[in-house]
Every structure is written in structure tokens, then in C-alpha cells.
T-cell receptor, first 112, second 113 residues
Framework: GESVGLHLPTLSVQEGDNSIINCAYS??????FIWYKQESGKGPQFIID?????DKRQGQRVTVLLNKTVKHLSLQIAATQPGDSAVYFC???????????FGGGTRLMVKP | KAGVTQTPRYLIKTRGQQVTLSCSPI?????VSWYQQTPGQGLQFLFE???????NKGNFPGRFSGRQFSNSRSEMNVSTLELGDSALYLC????????????FGPGTRLTVT
């Protein structure tokens, strides 16, 4: 099913290049952040998370950077592959249980 | 472990009807959250349940309600359906009361005609 709006920002990268997806969050009180990947017809898939007491966290081929000063979050994907093509969402939690506030999403297109 | 399952996957209803959607969390997960996803509004939080208690509720009208059972399974209900309720309804589960990573199901695609 459709998962994205008609006018999502799009990032187009060449296969093998690194990708950087940016996200500005709204609440300075947010203390937990998470990135999801959503492919067409599927639910969001967890990629990586980070708490506000950290600036950086690395996973397999992915790195999340958190800049609390400017309320900015980024997701770096190394050696981007065609299978990485999807919509990526950042989300924040301001210590309200498991309630997440999602960003609008960025579409990543990987050119072979 | 099996992932989050949602039933039904697709549903077509008429304005004014009501609908019930079901979510089974990952085994051992006690927190279930519901989200609505539309092209215009994106992903919006509906409500969250933990140990059968609603802990948070999003900014949706009272026509949207939910509950959680003792086995952590959850249902959400929408009464007096409107065309604008057409959306992908997503359920997510996590082990604790949060905040922590949540795992999403495939969603239920609701179309209101």
C-alpha cells in the first residue's frame, strides 16, 4: 500500500555511494530517536535508534548522528544498495511512553 | 519469533459503518501502539496500550477507540466511518512501556467509500 505523500523529498544516489538522510525534529525535550525504512506495501522496518545521551551510534552499514543543539538527526548508509531504496522516516519520543512523532519521510532512490 | 500480525490486511467499508482492526504483538511484547498513515498527514499516533491500560492517546476524535486484552493482543475500532478515515492503520509492539524500539506490522489498508 501507499506509504508516502505525493511530494516527499527525494534523495537519488548511485549504487555503492554513501547516502545521508537528514531530519529536523521539533521537541527539544525529546530523548529518544529512531529511524525506520518503509518499502511499498509494507510496514515500517526498524533500522537504528539513539538516545539523547549519545551523539552517534553505528549499526551494520548505518550510522545515526544526533545534534541536540540544532535539533538535527541524520542517517548515514554506507555503500548504498538497490535494496536500500525505500522511504525513510525519523521519529522522536519525548519520554511519553512509546508514543512516537514521525517526520514526513524521505524517499531514497538507488540507481544501479 | 513471529513478527507483529494484523488482520485483516485489506478492508472496504461504507461511510457510516464501523470497523474493528486486530493486532497481535510479537510474543512477549506488552506494549502495543496504533498509528494512522495517509499521504497527506503521514504517520500519526493514535493510542498506546500497556498491560491492558491506555497510556497515551493522540489527537483523534472519540470515534477512534481501542483496547488491549490480557494476552497483549489489541483491537482498534472506528465508528461512523468517514471518507477521510481511509488510510493504512499500523500497529507496533515493544517489550516494555518505553521509550524503546517498536516493531511494526504490515498494516491494515482501510478504504471508506
Amino acid at each position: 500500500g501507499e506509504s508516502v505523500g505525493l511530494h516527499l523529498p527525494t534523495l537519488s544516489v548511485q549504487e555503492g555511494d554513501n547516502s545521508i538522510i537528514n531530519c529536523a525534529y521539533s521537541n527539544s525535550a525529546s530523548d529518544y530517536f529512531i529511524w525506520y525504512k518503509q518499502e511499498s506495501g509494507k510496514g515500517p522496518q526498524f533500522i537504528i535508534d539513539i538516545r539523547s545521551n549519545m551523539d552517534k551510534r553505528q549499526g551494520q552499514r548505518v550510522t545515526v548522528l544526533l545534534n541536540k543543539t540544532v535539533k538535527h538527526l541524520s542517517l548515514q548508509i554506507a555503500a548504498t544498495q538497490p535494496g536500500d531504496s525505500a522511504v525513510y522516516f525519523c521519529a522522536e519520543n519525548n519520554n511519553a511512553g512509546n508514543m512516537l512523532t514521525f517526520g514526513g519521510g524521505t524517499r531514497l532512490m538507488v540507481k544501479p | 519469533k513471529a513478527g507483529v500480525t494484523q488482520t485483516p490486511r485489506y478492508l472496504i467499508k461504507t461511510r457510516g459503518q464501523q470497523v474493528t482492526l486486530s493486532c497481535s504483538p510479537i510474543s512477549g511484547h506488552r506494549s502495543v501502539s496504533w498509528y494512522q498513515q495517509t499521504p497527506g498527514q503521514g504517520l500519526q499516533f493514535l493510542f498506546e496500550y500497556f498491560s491492558e491500560t491506555q497510556r497515551n492517546k493522540g489527537n483523534f476524535p472519540g470515534r477512534f477507540s481501542g483496547r488491549q486484552f490480557s494476552n497483549s493482543r489489541s483491537e482498534m475500532n472506528v465508528s461512523t466511518l468517514e471518507l477521510g478515515d481511509s488510510a493504512l492503520y499500523l500497529c507496533a509492539s515493544s517489550e516494555t512501556a518505553g521509550p524503546e524500539r517498536q516493531y511494526f506490522g504490515p498494516g491494515t489498508r482501510l478504504t471508506v467509500t
